[in-house]
């Protein structure tokens, strides 16, 4: 892991502000490319785990699930709604992003359950918003792995940015 940050942190410390900057947040601005080089974004609620992986639901047949099953190269942000402009707080990503199989699933379900509740009582089967019982059954998680952050933070300074590296 490699950070260059204009602050002096280590990797460490950064890596702690940007998992902290992404408990804080729920909607990630999702970015892929389609098969015929279209690009497309949709916002996706997410939860992290403690490896900065970001675990989403979606329906396979949406344009970013179909884009995703094409190519996994994604980006994205998250930030704040409504922000002043000398406040601006956000993070930008790079990674790959794939359909969470096996194993993974059960941990998928825990992390993204302990961050939505209403969602973790209707994946153990027990009454939640009815609404989302028909897509839920739809959809599947995906692990967003990112392998880039850039931390914005214009309450440091105006046009503050840290990058951390995950994987080279």
Same mark, same amino acid.
């Given at each position: 892991?490699?950070?260059?940050?204009?602050?002096?942190?280590?990797?460490?410390?950064?890596?702690?502000?940007?998992?902290?900057?992404?408990?804080?947040?729920?909607?990630?601005?999702?970015?892929?490319?389609?098969?015929?080089?279209?690009?497309?974004?949709?916002?996706?609620?997410?939860?992290?785990?403690?490896?900065? !992986?970001?675990?989403?639901?979606?329906?396979?047949?949406?344009?970013?699930?179909?884009?995703?099953?094409?190519?996994?190269?994604?980006?994205?942000?998250?930030?704040?709604?409504?922000?002043? =402009?000398?406040?601006?707080?956000?993070?930008?990503?790079?990674?790959?992003?794939?359909?969470?199989?096996?194993?993974?699933?059960?941990?998928?379900?825990?992390?993204?359950?302990?961050?939505?509740?209403?969602?973790?009582?209707?994946?153990?089967?027990?009454?939640?918003?009815?609404?989302?019982?028909?897509?839920?059954?739809?959809?599947?998680? =995906?692990?967003?792995?990112?392998? =880039?952050?850039?931390?914005?933070? !214009?309450?440091?300074?105006?046009?503050?940015?840290?990058?951390?590296?995950?994987?080279?």
């Amino acid at each position: 892991m490699t950070s260059q940050s204009a602050s002096g942190q280590t990797a460490g410390e950064l890596r702690a502000r940007v998992a902290t900057f992404l408990a804080e947040h729920t909607t990630l601005t999702l970015a892929t490319v389609g098969p015929d080089g279209a690009p497309a974004a949709a916002a996706v609620f997410y939860a992290i785990d403690d490896d900065l !992986n970001l675990y989403f639901l979606s329906e396979e047949r949406t344009q970013h699930g179909q884009n995703l099953l094409a190519d996994p190269r994604v980006a994205g942000t998250i930030q704040a709604d409504g922000q002043d =402009w000398r406040a601006i707080r956000g993070v930008q990503l790079r990674g790959l992003a794939e359909e969470v199989t096996g194993a993974e699933i059960a941990h998928a379900a825990a992390v993204y359950g302990r961050k939505y509740a209403f969602v973790a009582a209707l994946l153990a089967g027990q009454a939640g918003p009815g609404a989302l019982t028909g897509p839920l059954a739809r959809a599947r998680f =995906w692990a967003l792995r990112p392998a =880039w952050f850039r931390l914005v933070d !214009n309450t440091v300074r105006f046009g503050s940015k840290e990058e951390l590296m995950l994987h080279e």
